[in-house]
C-alpha cells in the first residue's frame, strides 16, 4: 500500500515516541527493539538494509541508537523523517530525565527505580539476543566473517579500542574478498573516522549557556564508544577542567541516563538542568545529539554508493559483522549483571521463548519484565 508522506511521517513519529518511552537496556536494546519494528513487523528494510545502517552508525562518532532512529526515519520518509525520527526518539526521553532532575535538586538524592530495572533488565536481554541471532544468520557469509566477528568479540573483553576493532575488521574481510582484485581498486566514498582534532580547550570558567552548549556539542561530534567513554568525556569537561560538577554529581547524572528509557546521552539533559535550568537542560541536549543528526545527513545518502562498490562493500560487511562481535560483547557483560538469581533467569526465559514461538511485540516483554519487578518488590 501507498501511503502519502504526511503518513510516513505519521507512523515515523508514532514509532519513535514509543520507543522514547520504552525502550530500556541502553544502545544495544534500542537497536534490537528498532530491528524488531521496521523489519520484522513493519517491513520498511530488510536485514541487510538494516545491517548496512548499523554498520555505518558504527564508523562514526555519537550514540548509535539515535543514529540509527535517524536513519530508519529517512528510509522511511525522507528528508523529514530524518528530523521527526530523532526529536521523537530523544524528546521523551528528555522530559523523563528532566522530571527526574527537578527532582534531584529539589530533594538533593535520585529517585531510586531499582525494582522496576529488576524485571525488565533480563526481558532486555532477551530481545537483544533474539535480534543478534537474525542479524547474526545475515551478517556471517562464510568463516571469514564468523572468524573476525568472534575475534572481535574476544578482543572487545580484553578492552581493545572499539574504534580500532571496528575498522580492522573492515580491512580485513575488505582485503582477503578482494584479494584477486587488488590490482586496482574500485573508486568509492572513503569513510575515515572522525577525530577530535578541533576539540575545544577548556579552562576553569563561571557557568555560561555558550561554554555549556559548545562543551557538548564537542562530547556528541568526536565520542565513540559506550556510556563508558562518555562518563569519561564528561568528567575530563566538568569535574576536572570546568570545575561545574562533583564526582557525585557526575555519578547520578550517568546512573539516571542509563535507568530511564530512551538514549543514554539524556545524561547531558540532566547536567544542564543542575547547572542552568531549564534553559541548560535544553542548550545541553541541543549540544550533545545535534552532531547526530547532521552526521547521519551527510552519511546516509552515501550509504547504496559504498553498497555498490566491490571493495567497500566488503568493508562494510567486515564493519557490520565486527559490530555485531561488540554487540554480543556487550550483551555477555550486560547478562552478567542482569541475571543475577534465579527469578532473573527465568524473566529472561520466559521473554525468550515469548519471542521466539510467539513473536510477542518487544515493548510488551519490557513492560511484562517491569510488571514482574514491581510484584516482586511487593511482597518481598
Not at 530488510?46 to 526515519?73: C, E, R, V, Y
Not at 530495572?117 to 564468523?146: D, R
Not at 539524556?266 to 547536567?271: G, L, R, S
Not at 555477555?332 to 549483571?337: E, F, I, K, T
Request: charge should be positive.
Amino acid at each position: 500500500m501507498n501511503l502519502s508522506t504526511s503518513q510516513r511521517l505519521t507512523e515515523v513519529a508514532m514509532l519513535f515516541l514509543k520507543q522514547g518511552f520504552t525502550a530500556f537496556g541502553g544502545p544495544a536494546a534500542h537497536i534490537a527493539i528498532m530491528h524488531d519494528e521496521t523489519v520484522n513487523r513493519r517491513q520498511w528494510l530488510n536485514d541487510q538494509d538494516f545491517l548496512d545502517l548499523l554498520g555505518a552508525t558504527n564508523l562514526i562518532p555519537g550514540p548509535n541508537s539515535t543514529q540509527m532512529a535517524i536513519h530508519l526515519g529517512y528510509v522511511r520518509a525522507g528528508w523529514p523523517g530524518l528530523v521527526v525520527a530523532g526529536i521523537c526518539f530523544v524528546m521523551p526521553a528528555m522530559l523523563i530525565v528532566l522530571s527526574l532532575a527537578c527532582l534531584y535538586v529539589r530533594y538533593g538524592a535520585m529517585p531510586q527505580v531499582e525494582w522496576l530495572l529488576y524485571g525488565v533488565k533480563p526481558a532486555v536481554i532477551s530481545i537483544i539476543a533474539q535480534a543478534l541471532w537474525n542479524l547474526g544468520q545475515k551478517a556471517v557469509k562464510g568463516p571469514l566473517t564468523a572468524i573476525v566477528g568472534i575475534t572481535v568479540l574476544a578482543l572487545y573483553l580484553v578492552d581493545v579500542n572499539i574504534v580500532a576493532l571496528l575498522f580492522t575488521g573492515g580491512l580485513i574481510v575488505m582485503l582477503m574478498v578482494n584479494f584477486q582484485r587488488f590490482r586496482r581498486p574500485s573508486l568509492g566514498v572513503s569513510l575515515v573516522p572522525l577525530t577530535g582534532a578541533g576539540a575545544l580547550t577548556q579552562i576553569v570558567l563561571p557557568f555560561s549557556l555558550p561554554v555549556l552548549f559548545l562543551t557538548f556539542l564537542k562530547i556528541g561530534a568526536v565520542l565513540y564508544g559506550s556510556g563508558y567513554v562518555l562518563l569519561a568525556f564528561l568528567r575530563a569537561d566538568f569535574v576536572v577542567d570546568l570545575g561545574w560538577l562533583t564526582d557525585k554529581q557526575l555519578i547520578d547524572a550517568v546512573a539516571i541516563g542509563q535507568v530511564t528509557p530512551g538514549p543514554v546521552f539524556t545524561t547531558a539533559t540532566f547536567i544542564g538542568f543542575i547547572l542552568g535550568g531549564i534553559p541548560g537542560a535544553l542548550v545541553a541536549t541541543l549540544g550533545i545529539f545535534l552532531p547526530s543528526f547532521i552526521l547521519v545527513a551527510i552519511s546516509n545518502p552515501l550509504i547504496s554508493r559504498v553498497r555498490n562498490s566491490l571493495w567497500l562493500s566488503s568493508f562494510l560487511d567486515g564493519v557490520n559483522v565486527a559490530s555485531l562481535g561488540l554487540t554480543a560483547a556487550v550483551t555477555s557483560q550486560l547478562g552478567r549483571a542482569s541475571l543475577v538469581d534465579p527469578i532473573c533467569i527465568l524473566i529472561a526465559l520466559v521473554s525468550i521463548f515469548l519471542l521466539i514461538r510467539f513473536k510477542v511485540n518487544s515493548t510488551w516483554v519490557i513492560a511484562g519484565g517491569a510488571i514482574v519487578g514491581i510484584l516482586i518488590s511487593i511482597f518481598k
